[in-house]
């Protein structure tokens, strides 16, 4: 591994979706956004809804990520998410549509059996997921 580099790796219950040398990764902390290079710090920090970036030179691969937890240790960086997806293959229809149903539900709150917590989270992964997608979010 180059020592200006840092290993990434993005891993899912399904399996690996990123494992790579990268210049820095940024992340969605359920505190802020967050920087990562080469020389950070040891640290284990809860990632929340918002777009992952992974910066290779100048161009970033970014990816959707609606919960999770980032490990940095030694050069290297391991994001452990249940979903994870890249920008390029979020489903913009299925997106929007999880969206409008998330709306629905919230709309419609006076009923006892809406799940309103559960809702707004939906609301907020199929709103990331869009953003992400460049698709913006009152498509």
């Keep these: 591994m180059d020592a200006g580099k840092l290993q990434v790796e993005i ?12 210049d820095g990764v940024v992340a969605p902390g359920v505190e802020g956004y967050f920087g990562v290079l080469p020389r950070h710090a040891p640290t284990i920090a809860e990632l929340g809804v918002g777009e992952v970036r992974v910066r290779h030179d100048r161009n970033w691969e970014r990816y959707a990520i609606s919960s999770g937890v980032m490990h940095i240790r030694d050069r290297t960086a391991v994001i452990m998410a249940e979903a994870i997806e890249a920008a390029e293959s979020i489903d913009v229809e299925r997106a929007r549509r999880a969206a409008e ?15 309103v917590q559960r ?6 992964r199929a709103l990331n997921r869009l953003k992400v997608a460049g698709a913006g979010i009152d498509s």
Aim: glycine share 10%.
């Design 119 to 124: 809702a707004q989270f939906a609301l907020a």
């Design 11 to 22: 891993v899912t219950p399904q399996g690996v979706v990123y494992r790579g040398e990268a």
């Design 101 to 115: 149903r998330a709306r629905e539900r919230l709309r419609l709150r006076l009923g006892a059996d809406v799940d």
